[in-house]
């Protein structure tokens, strides 16, 4: 395994929507997520997608109460009407925390590691981790949601 390099806005993969990968089990693939994990937690990160290593592919790793996600090509598939308002902070954008507006429950469909399907159920930091790392996935960055978020009390 080896650390990967973080990408840090404004590089532009980060504004790309990201390619679905085809075979999970690929080698490459395979040492990928190994890498994201390790990358992740020496950056002491709740979550983190490939386009912030570089890679323009739809996977992202998320760590929350010690239980380990690996989504690849993962979908939300259903939002709550309520949301809620908290602090994010994100490793493409070292030292900036900002007030960030969410969904407060998701599910998501996604496959694993091994290729199976796997559905989540989150609220709490989870739902917050998942619906963050799946904007990366589709090119939009946290500071997007802040300004939508003033656009709509304007």
Request: proline fraction near 5%; glycine fraction near 6%; aromatic fraction near 4%.
């Amino acid at each position: 395994m080896a650390k990967l390099p973080i990408t840090y806005y404004p590089n532009p993969i980060l504004r790309k929507a990201a390619k679905e990968i085809l075979d999970v089990k690929k080698p490459s693939i395979q040492k990928l997520i190994a890498d994201m994990l390790e990358t992740m937690e020496k950056n002491n990160g709740v979550g983190l997608a490939a386009p912030q290593v570089g890679k323009s592919l739809r996977l992202c790793v998320i760590r929350v109460s010690e239980i380990t996600y690996v989504l690849v090509n993962p979908k939300i598939t259903y939002t709550s009407a309520k949301k809620e308002t908290d602090i994010e902070g994100c490793i493409s954008f070292p030292g900036k925390f900002i007030s960030i507006k969410r969904h407060e429950k998701v599910r998501v469909k996604a496959l694993n590691e091994k290729g199976e399907e796997i559905n989540i159920k989150a609220k709490g930091l989870l739902s917050r981790a998942l619906q963050h790392e799946i904007d990366h996935l589709d090119g939009i960055v946290f500071i997007d949601r802040e300004k939508e978020d003033k656009k709509a009390r304007r």
